[in-house]
RNA sequence: GCCGCGAUGGCGGAACUGGUAGACGCGCGGGACUCAAAAUCCCGUGAUGGCAACAUUGUGAGGGUUCAAGUCCCUCUCGCGGCACCA
């Protein structure tokens, strides 16, 4: 038995105090930089599944320094995070001082296994040197216009008091807590990774991941190709009237007009388009009159204003006796600053400039306002329809020549004959289309419903919204749905085909809305039995009355595409689509946009500010300048989230009331905080120059070091953090600040360490081991070992004391080794030790360290057979031992005499001649089985082996009469079929 | 439901490109040393039959290809992981 600790305690120490594991910038070294997941250092302490990934990497990278590389293996902590604040909640303590306590805790304890990282770069997610530059470059994502606020349907965990992103939502529940998530309406920041998706799959061709993480990868980026299509609703617009109140614009007058006119006569509607008079010094009351004295309104009106002819409309129709039929204002010119700059005393006059929309929506069925979403001066919580950017063409750009560009007039003629956009991925089976369906959120719903069936839909969509994923997602499947009263025209045949709201269908994906083809699609299928709805077979070689068939097969009832097979179908349909302005080639991903606010005080604080006066274009934020970076994150005592949901720190008024920096007045900073993700989406940079206090890291060190070419972590880690950084370093390669557009060439994972019962170790189970209790009865060595020798890498193990027993036992072998030196040593021990020395470093290279233990366990028991091995071969295998069991190794190859560290030393070479064997077992096979072994040279000659063999007792007795073949696979077998 | 991975002694696991299944370790049985124990060392250990040599059988189940299958092909069962009405 040898004393373990203080031989561990003896070479951490002198590791450390001689710098042993510094890795140097720019030496001529060829570089090798490894890298673990960094830890999230917990109250519990480390766990066990730890110092497997870090001592599987520890051996890589020890041997790689033996080989001569210039190796970085670096550590730090990823310490924001909800587990450390809520812990602080509850024990009234600061994050700040619990983050600190771990994080000692995890360094005492990793330093405790003599894993050879280099402790001079250690980085901390949470310290402000740290986040200044995590904040810097979340202000290049903003600058780059990747991060947006956009209002939106968040999960909502109702005891975390957190916004989840999608990804975080594990089967409905949360997946920190696994409480009930809801929908909340919250406005959150966003960073646009959808605009990265096509890079973040095709550049998977250019790294080498294990085949199951690149899976993974493209699963959830989940690209499909396909195409859109557009379903016009089938609008009667017969007996209605079109009033349409022009003011101030002649090219409206020459090109919109008439335009709209034409498309709606072709509906039955007729259109009156009055021009008001002096529209650019108006007189509102003279218009009213003129307008009055025109037109008499009745309940089949339906009212379209064009910029400032808003403002008459505004005044006039609250005070008619009868409502009108619907009302749309086309960009309504709510602020007169946002104009043209042009004061115009007459208009101000006339009207205070707040429309009040609330008295309009009165006398209308429907009212729609088409305005910038962005523009404040539009109330964003009354029931009017916003459409983005509208303003910015029609208003402002009066001085520019020609509004009418074709890209706004849809949305407005929309408006009253709507269009359908669908995304399919079988535009080949576009004539089976029967019917479509909306998701219950799609905004056209409301739109395009009957009257009659108005009620029956909105409870519908109602009791939809009150679904949790979990109900709309799980259990049944059974189809609801609701169908609106509205027609849409099958652009492929002209029928009329009924559109349905149904939650089966997705508002997330693709445009929210389907065409439905129930012969060929499985949940079509259910939902046309479910409601009786047609069943058309245009694929041949199913049996769709029985069931939908989605297989290969010729179209059928589907005019010019009949007989064509399902790809020349779909290409056919799209050229078709495309040829007749029904729609074109698009793709679609599963990908989100990344939800990045968190409603919660332990992480960075988002460094922008809000200013009511500055930057309409961004919508009033305005990044802090890099001089004031970082936003600190203040120390105050109460820190709980909040139950409205906004972030604690907006109660903090003395840090959310600033400056702007743009104008000097007042301003707010933004109060969410970034995710867990941020962080760690970059650490991997900062560790090549953890001190720079000019950038995150100096290009030319990155250039050095990156990419890295070994990087390990769980399977748990290999969806979400895996893209987040990966995207984060593609915009950082794209803004010119790291020199690789992939950081990671070679990713790996390792398996989990299960409890003894074979479930994951849990603090409520209390199956839990603890690393410091095994380190301190068994020693560092011990446990590495096990974790090394316990099962393959990448798969789970479950842990076992006593089969850890068994590797101590072998390095109290490995102790008593000098014992044996001796002047020379059998044949027998050279050949071990070669053989040896080759598999382990083949199988440190294949990161399959199991069988590399084996093979020197192996070799033990061979020299313990002999009772003697040189001093030379001892410390040959010392050198190979050292990245397993470094501490031992270092002590036996002292007390040997040698001089300096076993990781300064070159790896051995192993003797070629020495790893063939003279003479080798070979198998004796009669029909396949065996009947003998002989002892022959590996590269025997058949005749003589043939002989041999046919000599053997045993052999001859099963080798009777004819031999039909003998098969001799040299070094292998022989086999006699008889 | 779909996709991926896996299933080998009492246990964790080996087995290159189809070529002696069970390396290595744990456990178990026997023995040596010891007054005794611990530690250490030696022998044995898939199952069945046999004193033994050896034979038969054996890698989740069933079928197939092959001189030869844990390994390749087909069908199925179970387990693990991921996704989950993704149009």
């Known amino acids: 038995m040898y004393n373990h600790s203080s031989i561990d305690k003896k070479w951490q120490k002198r590791w450390e105090d001689e710098g042993v594991f510094h890795a140097e910038d720019f030496s001529d070294k060829e570089k090798f930089y490894c890298l673990i997941e960094f830890p999230y250092p917990s109250g519990s302490g480390l766990h066990m599944g730890h110092p497997r990934s870090y001592t599987a990497l520890d051996i890589l990278a020890r041997k790689k320094r033996m080989e001569g590389f210039n190796v970085l293996y670096p550590i730090g902590w990823d310490a924001f995070g909800l587990p450390t604040e809520n812990y602080a909640i509850k024990t009234g303590r600061k994050p700040q001082e619990v983050t600190k306590e771990n994080i000692d805790t995890f360094r005492r304890q990793l330093q405790s296994l003599g894993i050879s990282f280099d402790w ?214 709510v602020n007169v600053e946002l104009l043209d700059g042009k004061e115009r005393p007459a208009l101000r006059d006339c009207c205070d400039w707040k429309f009040d929309f609330g008295a309009i929506s009165k006398m209308a069925k429907r009212f729609t306002v088409l305005a910038d979403k962005n523009d404040p001066a539009v109330p964003q919580d009354h029931p009017v329809q916003i459409a983005n950017n509208l303003r910015g063409e029609l208003v402002v750009a009066e001085a520019e020549v020609g509004h009418f560009n074709g890209k706004e007039e849809p949305v407005i003629l929309s408006q009253l004959i709507p269009s359908i956009e669908v995304f399919t991925t079988r535009p080949d089976t ?334 409520s189970k209390g199956n839990g081991i603890d690393p410091d209790e095994v380190v301190d009865k068994y020693g560092a060595d011990t446990l590495r070992m096990y974790e090394m020798f316990v099962g393959p890498f990448e798969e789970p193990a479950p842990w076992n004391t006593k089969g850890m027993i068994g590797t101590r036992r072998f390095l109290d072998k490995v102790a008593r080794l000098p014992d044996m030196v001796s002047i020379s040593e059998d044949k027998e021990v050279t050949k071990a030790l070669h053989k040896t020395v080759k598999k382990v470093g083949e199988d440190i290279e294949n990161l399959r360290f199991n069988t590399a233990v084996a093979q020197m366990m192996t070799f033990i028991n061979v020299v313990n057979k002999h009772k003697a091995l040189t001093k030379e071969s001892l410390l040959m295998f010392m050198y190979t031992l050292c990245p397993f069991a470094p501490h031992i190794a270092n002590e036996v190859a002292e007390n040997l005499g040698a001089t300096g560290f076993v990781e300064q030393q070159k790896w051995p070479a192993y003797d070629e001649s020495q790893v063939v064997d003279d003479v080798i077992t070979l198998a004796v096979q009669v029909n396949g089985k065996l009947r003998a072994t002989l002892e022959v040279a590996p590269d025997a000659p058949q005749q003589e082996v043939e002989a041999a063999a046919r000599a053997n007792e045993n052999v001859a007795k099963f080798v009777e009469g004819e031999v039909k073949k003998v098969i001799y696979v040299k070094g292998r077998m022989m086999n006699f079929v008889v």
């Not at 095709?202 to 690149?214: F, G, W």
């Not at 859109?228 to 007058?253: C, P, Q, W």
């Not at 679904?467 to 849409?488: P, Q, V």
């Open 430 to 763: 576009l004539f089976g289309a029967t019917y479509m369906v909306l998701a219950p959120e799609h905004p056209l719903v409301s739109t395009i419903v009957t009257d009659d069936k108005r009620a029956e839909v909105e409870a519908y969509v109602k009791a939809a919204s009150k679904k949790s994923d979990i109900d709309r997602g799980d259990g049944t499947k059974e189809k609801t749905g609701a169908f609106t009263g509205a027609y849409a025209v099958n652009p492929a045949n002209g029928a009329q085909i009924p559109v349905w709201v149904a939650d089966y269908v997705m508002m997330g994906y693709g445009t929210g809305a389907i065409m439905a083809v129930p012969a060929h699609d499985e949940r079509d299928w259910a939902f046309a039995k479910a409601f009786d709805l047609p069943i058309v077979e245009v694929v041949s070689g199913g049996s769709v009355d029985a069931e939908a068939y989605a297989g290969e097969g010729l179209s059928v009832n589907s005019d010019f595409l009949d007989g064509k097979k399902v790809d020349e179908a779909k290409e056919e349909m799209i050229a078709w689509l495309e040829k007749n302005g029904h729609g074109k080639k698009t793709v679609n991903y599963k990908l989100r946009d990344w939800v990045f606010s968190r409603q919660r005080y332990w992480g960075e604080p988002i460094p922008l500010i809000h200013c009511d006066s500055c930057s309409p274009e961004t919508g009033g934020w305005i990044p802090v300048p890099e001089d004031q970076l970082p936003v600190e994150l203040p120390e105050v005592d109460q820190y709980q989230p909040t139950d409205d949901g906004e972030s604690p720190l907006s109660a903090i008024t003395d840090w959310v009331n600033t400056e702007c920096p743009t104008c000097n007045g007042p301003a707010k900073r933004e109060t969410d905080t970034m995710p867990n993700w941020a962080g760690s989406s970059w650490y991997f940079l900062r560790y090549i120059d953890p001190h720079n206090d000019e950038a995150f890291a100096d290009m030319k060190k990155l250039e050095y070091w990156m990419p890295i070419d070994l990087y390990n972590g769980g399977m748990e880690h290999t969806v979400l953090h895996l893209l987040y950084s990966r995207f984060w370093n593609k915009v950082m390669f794209d803004r010119g600040h790291v020199p690789v557009s992939e950081p990671y060439a070679r990713r790996h994972s390792h398996g989990l360490i299960l409890a003894e019962d074979g479930t994951k170790m849990s603090k």
């Open 120 to 333: 001079s770069r250690e980085v901390n997610t949470t310290d402000p040197s740290y986040y200044k530059w995590t904040q810097w470059q979340f202000l290049e994502f903003f600058k780059e216009g990747l991060a947006y606020k956009d209002k939106m349907a968040i999960n909502w965990c109702v005891s975390c008091k957190i916004g989840l992103s999608n990804e975080e939502v594990v089967g409905g529940a949360c997946e920190r807590c696994g409480g009930e998530v809801e929908k909340r309406d919250k406005e959150q920041w966003m960073i646009a990774i959808t605009k990265y998706a096509q890079r973040l799959l095709d550049d998977l061709d250019t790294v080498d991941y294990l085949p199951k993480i690149k899976k993974q990868q493209q699963d959830w980026i989940g690209r499909s190709e396909g195409a859109e299509v557009d379903f016009t609703v089938d609008t009667d617009l017969s007996g209605y009237n079109i009033l349409g109140l022009h003011a101030f614009r002649d090219d409206s007058k020459e090109a919109f007009w008439p335009w709209l006119s034409a498309e709606l006569e072709g509906r039955g509607a007729s259109v009156t388009v009055l021009d008001l008079p002096n529209p650019s010094e108006p007189n509102i009351e003279e218009q009213i009159k003129f307008i009055k004295e025109s037109y008499t309104f009745n309940e089949k009106t339906i009212v379209i204003t064009h910029s400032l002819g808003g403002v008459a409309a505004m005044k006039l129709l609250p005070t008619l006796d009868t409502p009108v039929s619907h009302v749309i204002m086309v960009a309504p010119p």
